[in-house]
């Protein structure tokens, strides 16, 4: 069966082997190893936001200063329009390297775009080791000015909105995928009634690309356990379930415990999950550690319904060369389920 055939059926429960997915921003590497490759639709118009900081940058203004400042309608936004056809570009271009793959279009969710919008940038140091300076600035501008951050969020949902709608009516595209971090361990960063425009917001990009006919998935970093019952009701999948800290060997085997739990409260909801990131990209743990971990995670959460999957991309200065012996293992390990279930 194709990797496409095999991901479907994972949407439904019932494929025969555990679909992978590294998520390594690479879709050469992710199609030779994996079964689903990402399309990264992260839009041009929105990169200096990260590396020069964002048109609504306290920088080193006041934050009474920068309060009264910020105005949504002082920014040239881009047109929807440039947005979708750079996204149909990426999927073209994406598709031609890694046919008979599962496409996922990947797109950054309004949330953290504002969040962006209100970086500072990175000092050069930042910069070469890609790392992106966050100061939930727009957080703060949720609980003290509600009225002008609102307007920015709707803006960013709205181009995002149409670009998601194109995206999920292309034949190449299998799946959409979501991200919009809006957690930490603790649950939502931003105040109750914003974290609702959140998830009303991530609720209609959800039924814009079910209405096409795709499966959608939320990447969404934290504990968002006190919103699960909604996500489940509303997107096909969830990435990474990031529920607690998995840094260590013992502290993933906790985690896989939790996924447990979550997956009894959770049983239709396909799991993008299972492969800690922390676990790969550190010489100290073994391949055989980082094996029994992906295995606690199947035990724990069940085969039906699971894509084993990163729960980030590499760590700053690591490549996949740095952890393909681990990546390998894992993909041998889901093959020999597969031959022994058959």
Not at 1 to 19: D, T
Not at 160 to 169: D, G, H, I, N, P
Not at 195 to 219: E, M, N
Not at 272 to 296: A, Y
Request: hydrophobic share 40%; charged share 25%.
């Amino acid at each position: 069966m194709s990797s496409k055939g095999l991901v479907a059926r994972a949407f439904r429960g019932e494929a025969g082997r555990i679909p992978l997915y590294f998520w390594l921003a690479n879709p050469t590497l992710e199609a030779e190893i994996g079964d689903v490759v990402g399309a990264r639709c992260w839009f041009s118009a929105f990169e200096s936001f990260l590396r020069e900081g964002g048109p609504f940058s306290r920088k080193d203004s006041s934050m009474g200063e920068w309060l009264d400042r910020v105005d949504s309608d002082q920014y040239g936004w881009p047109s929807p329009e440039a947005l979708v056809e750079e996204a149909l570009q990426i999927v073209g271009e994406t598709a031609a390297v890694a046919p008979g793959k599962s496409h996922q279009a990947e797109f950054i969710g309004p949330t953290e775009l504002a969040e962006y919008s209100c970086s500072p940038g990175r000092p050069t140091t930042a910069v070469s080791l890609d790392h992106v300076l966050h100061r939930f600035d727009f957080a703060a501008l949720t609980l003290l000015r509600p009225g002008k951050a609102d307007p920015i969020h709707r803006m960013l949902f709205d181009l995002t909105l149409q670009a998601v709608a194109a995206a999920a009516e292309n034949d190449l595209v299998d799946s959409v995928r979501i991200a919009d971090d809006f957690c930490d361990y603790r649950g939502s960063v931003y105040p109750e009634q914003f974290t609702q425009t959140i998830l009303d917001r991530a609720s209609q990009l959800a039924a814009a690309v079910r209405r096409r006919g795709k499966q959608v998935v939320l990447h969404a970093d934290g504990n968002l356990l006190r919103y699960l019952d909604r996500l489940t009701r509303e997107f096909d999948g969830l990435h990474p379930l990031d529920v607690q800290n998995k840094s260590t060997v013992p502290s993933a085997h906790s985690w896989a415990e939790k996924l447990g739990e979550i997956r009894r409260r959770a049983p239709k909801t396909v799991f993008f999950t299972g492969i800690p990131i922390d676990l790969l990209c550190s010489r100290g743990v073994s391949t055989g550690e980082v094996l029994e971990v992906v295995k606690h995670v199947v035990k724990a959460a069940g085969p039906g319904y699971l894509v084993l999957t990163t729960t980030h991309r590499p760590y700053p200065g690591w490549t996949f060369e740095d952890f393909q012996e681990k990546a390998w293992a894992i993909k041998r390990f889901a093959d020999e389920k597969a031959s022994s279930k058959g």
